[in-house]
């Protein structure tokens, strides 16, 4: 029996009830039911152009459910746009996945497709399936086609970040920055380099929850629709054969996913979401796996921010399928996938390497993508992405100049009297998940302006906040405890000496333990700002960045946990 017909069998005036309201709404559905009642989450808002192709793939979805002989029903779901969303995106992604997983519970659902695109809005909807336990696909829009900037096709995000530092050191003209923002206004979609949006996308199809070659189609490509009647087909199918989350996503997958971050230079966002998608699902995750794990992994997609390519060129270049038979027995291959093949049968059938993506034996690197460190200043780990740092910095010992969160950092790196050489470690605080809270991608600090003009284009930086996955730089994020909890971060000082040593595993503050112990003494916990609704209960739940950030009452102490209790379905 479905479980849609818990609602809608019947003789009684409940049973009724539920059928006039799913007719009302235009759902073909009688009392005598087996025909499963597909959700299709819909995340397209005006307010975020990452997402607004989702709307032109609901046709196909309802299409290809329909043909399967199940019941398309759409509903609205919060969007979390990058772009405009502030303090930050980041701050609702629970809130996205606790409405999935509540809409589900609640509903007469039998298997859910998910919309999603822009950052947070994949993991979010990764979360809230995995808590949900029900059959689910997460259907993506793909990403926006490149941008012309004179004569240069350029990426979103990433290349704005560089115009602006060519901005800030007088490299750029007016006409030139104006020209600049028209053409990255080029079409909807999802960033196009491998920032957190596409590497999710692309981890979502390792962990089974995205068809296997789909998840990098970019926006408004001819396949997209195919991709969403498949889609549509295969989630019926899901629901017949009871295919949930936790038959498709183990250990294996997380261990695999995070291997593919590794030959994909994906953002480092993704290793907070793969923890908090392993709190849900009852699994372990340990912080050191990202590097040790990585360290096996060559990097093998030259797309930006590590390498120079785009997204719609893995795409052309056989996307995921391709990387996954390039990497081939690097990848644990029983793993299943969410068309119910397995990573060692895709491998079989994939593309061979070609263009952006590499073989084993012509990596861009090898050695992983990731370092993880900790020492006194983060005892609990920080993560580099030293695919994406300048090499000769990633082992450095510097004087700190240290910024008290983002309006503080922003004023003082255009002071021209900030003591402050290219040989400095900038450390922003106060900006981790309780600190914002949110814990903002404001970790990518800008060069202080006077240096930039001297030519310089990457320094240390230290801060518990995130970075976007179209940044770069060699940039220590998500320290943790963050200095809002009290952190060592909490108690570095201008003028410190700090030492960071990436292949060596260590984040260390140079200053003696008695110093330590008396600025420990002094330290006093900031005094909150007047908080309420969501900020004010996540800010009180929110856990650390090793752990996902996800709020500590949503995480499955074991895989027993992980699926929400039925509601008692009778009178509303
Ligand atoms: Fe939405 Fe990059 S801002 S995907």
Not at 243 to 261: G, H, I, W, Y
Not at 444 to 467: C, F, H, N, Q, W
Not at 529 to 545: D, I, K
Request: proline share 7%; hydrophobic share 45%; aromatic share 4%.
């Amino acid at each position: 029996m479905l479980r849609s017909d818990t609602w809608i069998v019947g003789d009684d005036e409940t049973a009724i009830e539920h059928r006039v309201a799913l007719r009302s709404s235009g759902l073909e559905v009688d009392g005598e039911g087996g025909r499963p009642v597909i959700g299709i989450a819909n995340s397209a808002s005006e307010l975020n152009p990452c997402n607004l192709p989702l709307r032109d793939l609901l046709p196909a979805l309802r299409e290809g459910v329909r043909s399967a002989g199940g019941v398309p029903v759409e509903f609205p779901v919060i969007s979390l746009g990058e772009d405009l969303m502030k303090p930050s995106a980041m701050l609702y992604r629970n809130l996205l996945a606790i409405e999935i997983e509540e809409m589900l519970r609640s509903h007469p659902l039998d298997g859910i497709l998910l919309l999603a695109n822009c950052d947070k809005t994949v993991p979010g909807a990764l979360m809230g399936a995995a808590s949900a336990d029900l059959p689910a696909l997460v259907v993506t829009g793909g990403a926006r086609p490149p941008a012309s900037f004179r004569g240069r096709r350029i990426g979103t995000g990433t290349d704005l970040w560089r115009l602006w530092d060519e901005r800030r050191a007088h490299l750029l003209d007016d006409d030139a920055w104006h020209e600049a923002e028209d053409a990255l206004a080029c079409g909807l979609g999802a960033c196009n380099t491998m920032g957190t949006a596409s590497t999710m996308a692309v981890l979502a199809e390792i962990l089974g929850f995205v068809l296997p070659g789909t998840g990098t189609i970019p926006a408004g490509d001819d396949r997209a629709p195919l991709a969403g009647q498949a889609a549509g087909r295969r989630i019926v199918e899901m629901v017949r054969t009871g295919v949930r989350p936790s038959a498709v996503c183990d250990a294996a997958s997380l261990r695999n996913a995070l291997r593919v971050l590794n030959a994909i230079g994906g953002s480092t966002n993704a290793v907070i979401h793969l923890a908090a998608i392993a709190g849900r699902l009852g699994l372990a995750f340990e912080l050191d796996d990202v590097d040790r794990l990585g360290r096996q992994i060559p990097l093998l997609v030259d797309v930006e921010p590590s390498g120079k390519g785009l997204v719609q060129d893995f795409d052309a270049a056989g996307g995921v399928p391709t990387l996954v038979r390039s990497l081939g027995g690097l990848l644990e291959e029983a793993s299943l996938l969410a068309d119910g093949r397995s990573i060692g049968d895709l491998a079989g059938v994939a593309p061979e390497p070609n263009g952006v993506v590499r073989a084993v034996s012509d990596p861009l690197s090898s050695g992983g993508a990731f370092r993880v460190v900790r020492g006194s200043l983060a005892p609990d780990g920080a993560v580099v992405k030293s695919s994406a740092a300048s090499p000769e910095l990633l082992h450095h010992r510097g004087r700190a100049v240290v910024f008290h969160g983002y309006e503080d950092m922003r004023r003082r790196v255009e002071d021209r009297a900030l003591d402050v050489d290219e040989t400095s470690v900038l450390v922003l605080r106060g900006c981790g998940p309780v600190g914002t809270p949110g814990m903002p991608e404001w970790g990518m600090i800008p060069l202080p302006s006077k240096l930039l003009e001297k030519g310089v284009r990457d320094m240390v930086r230290i801060t518990d906040a995130r970075m976007s996955g179209t940044s770069f730089g060699t940039v220590f994020l998500h320290v943790a405890p963050e200095a809002a909890v009290g952190g060592p971060l909490a108690l570095v000082e201008d003028g410190d000496l700090v030492e960071v040593d990436a292949d060596g595993g260590r984040i260390d503050l140079l200053v003696d333990e008695v110093e330590l112990e008396r600025r420990r003494a002094a330290w006093r916990r900031p005094v909150p700002v007047h908080l309420r609704g969501w900020p004010a209960l996540y800010q009180a739940h929110v856990t650390q960045a090793p752990q996902g950030c996800d709020l500590d009452f949503l995480e499955a102490p074991s895989p027993e946990h992980r699926r929400f209790v039925e509601p008692v379905v009778g009178r509303s």
